[in-house]
């Protein structure tokens, strides 16, 4: 079973960035599509990035597109999200998901972490 435990999250002004990460531990995760979703109060989590096993692909929600990048280190257990030009819309909790079941945008994952703050103030 994989661990996962997100940090980097807070508060930051609009315009501004902020880099989220993503550590699993248990097992390697080398080989598992790695996603990150939101959830901001009174909505349904919603998809951000993903990122398959090597590194070699990713997929992004079209509003974050050209502003967001997800990376990982599979050296060191580690996906991230770099998050700029932050907008008051982009506040949300922010979760790291391993292994799709289906598609990487739907949330059928096999592990999640417990969720990191992220608040744009405008």
């Known amino acids: 079973q994989v661990q996962l435990v997100e940090s980097g999250g807070g508060l930051v002004q609009a315009g501004g960035s902020l880099r989220l990460s993503c550590a699993a531990s248990g097992r390697a995760f080398s080989s598992d599509a790695m996603g990150w979703f939101r959830q901001a109060p009174g909505k349904e989590r919603e998809f951000v990035a993903a990122i398959n096993g090597p590194g070699t692909y990713t997929w992004y929600l079209d509003s974050v597109k050209g502003r967001f990048a997800i990376s990982r280190d599979n050296a060191k257990n580690t996906v991230y999200l770099q998050m700029n030009s932050l907008k008051p819309e982009d506040t949300a909790v922010y979760y790291c998901?391993?292994?799709?079941?289906?598609?990487?945008?739907?949330?059928?994952?096999?592990?999640w972490g417990q969720g990191t703050q992220v608040t744009v103030s405008s």
């Open positions: 998901a391993g292994r799709p079941r289906v598609d990487v945008r739907t949330t059928r994952y096999d592990y």
